[in-house]
């Protein structure tokens, strides 16, 4: 494999390697969305909740790799 190709295959693993954490992110952003658009959420509230909902899903799926080993 070329080195361009083991590159970009090493910058996709960083997107993908986790699918639950990657579905769950998007989950997340649509949830977020939707609430923003739909139900006319403060932009500051929906920027609040998208940080607090990534870093409580980074910090469970941290936890249960950990659990894992």
Known sequence: MSPVRQGLAALAGLFVEDGSL??????????????????????????????????ALLIENVMRSNRGR
């Open 22 to 55: 990657a579905l769950a992110i998007l989950g997340l952003v649509g949830g977020i969305l939707l609430l923003r658009f739909r139900l006319e959420l403060e932009p500051r509230a929906a920027g609040a909740l998208l940080l607090a909902g990534a870093l």
